[in-house]
């Protein structure tokens, strides 16, 4: 097998254990009451092909969420004007409608609680620093930022559900708005 159909090959297996960890999440709502026996057969691969790429179940979750984190935070360094921020949120929604059937299951589940708690003090934590780097230091614009970051996270993860009648292009927009309001109004 070439290099590149090896790298496909992969891709696609872990995919399809990515998918059926989340489902069985979904369902089952902790991994405790998870097997690799029953993830294998969720995949339709054998336990010996789960453990060519994964020690355990929780690697399969680690590495969902460090996908998220890397995702989200490999370009926030662009984060310092208005319209980086737009392009920032613009790209993190096509990756989000891209692993929309993945990430519909892991944040169904009320595992998810904790990678959400994680994500939101990730994302708080990096737009600070982006804030000060641009020399903002308004109070109020963190507090904002704060209440726009975590109730934006808390929309997706409705919308997930199935909670809430926006798509992801509605919250995305909204959340444009008021990121760019933030950056017009604050004292540097």
Do not use: C
């Not at 070439?2 to 960890?21: M, P």
């Not at 208005?82 to 169904?108: C, H, M, P, T």
Request: proline share 0%; charged share 30%.
């Amino acid at each position: 097998m070439d290099r590149y159909s090896y790298t496909r090959v992969t891709t696609k297996n872990r995919r399809k254990i990515q998918r059926a960890f989340a489902e069985l999440l979904a369902e089952r709502g902790t991994l405790k009451n998870m097997t690799v026996t029953d993830l294998a057969e969720r995949a339709e691969i054998t336990r010996g092909t789960f453990y060519n790429y994964y020690d355990n179940l929780y690697q399969v979750g680690v590495e969902l969420q460090n996908e998220v984190e890397k995702r989200l935070f490999s370009e926030y360094d662009n984060l310092s004007t208005a319209s980086g921020v737009e392009k920032y949120i613009d790209e993190l929604f096509i990756f989000l409608e891209g692993q929309e059937n993945i990430y519909r299951e892991l944040l169904s589940s009320n595992a998810s609680v904790d990678f959400l708690r994680q994500l939101e003090s990730s994302i708080n934590e990096r737009v600070l620093m982006v804030l000060k780097k641009n020399g903002i230091k308004d109070k109020n614009v963190e507090t904002e930022l704060l209440f726009t970051t975590n109730g934006a996270i808390a929309i997706i993860r409705k919308y997930y559900r199935g909670e809430i009648d926006l798509t992801l292009d509605d919250i995305r927009d909204h959340l444009k708005a008021k990121i760019g309001l933030m950056f017009s109004n604050a004292d540097v």
